[in-house]
């Protein structure tokens, strides 16, 4: 499904989203990690060695100028979308990690790339959509 989101997204000059909850399976830099999740721009433009496969998704990217790799397991992903309009799919948040969010958060990033917390946020665990500009 991811896949085809992202194919959505690029065929309709759309750049695609992934929101991510991160644990100790996804490889991202953790210091732009916020309240457990992180927002990836993964268009093509942003992006090399892009892989879309059934189980990660896995690229180079990067991060204040560094580039990093990573791996997203696909189980990890709470959503995917257009950046443009916020059209795209939230999928439920994996039920072993409910409460586990905390250990692997890191607040001390603050680039456009998070998610950035509500005051009339959701219940913890619950994906929502958000739009980044």
């Not at 692997?104 to 219940?123: C, F, I, L, R, V």
């Amino acid at each position: 499904m991811v896949r085809a989101l992202h194919e959505w997204c690029t065929d309709n000059g759309f750049t695609p989203y992934v929101a991510v909850l991160v644990d100790e399976t996804v490889q991202v830099p953790r210091e732009y990690v916020n309240n457990g999740e992180i927002v990836l721009n993964v268009s093509f433009d942003a992006t090399s060695s892009m892989q879309l496969s059934n189980e990660f998704i896995q690229f180079k990217a990067r991060f204040g100028g560094v580039a990093r790799d990573i791996v997203v397991p696909m189980g990890r992903v709470i959503a995917i979308y257009a950046r443009e309009n916020g059209q795209g799919m939230a999928f439920p948040a994996p039920s072993s990690t409910v409460g586990m969010t905390e250990a692997a958060s890191d607040t001390t990033g603050s680039t456009a790339t998070q998610a950035k917390p509500t005051p009339n946020s959701p219940a913890p665990g619950r994906p929502q959509l958000k739009r980044i500009k």
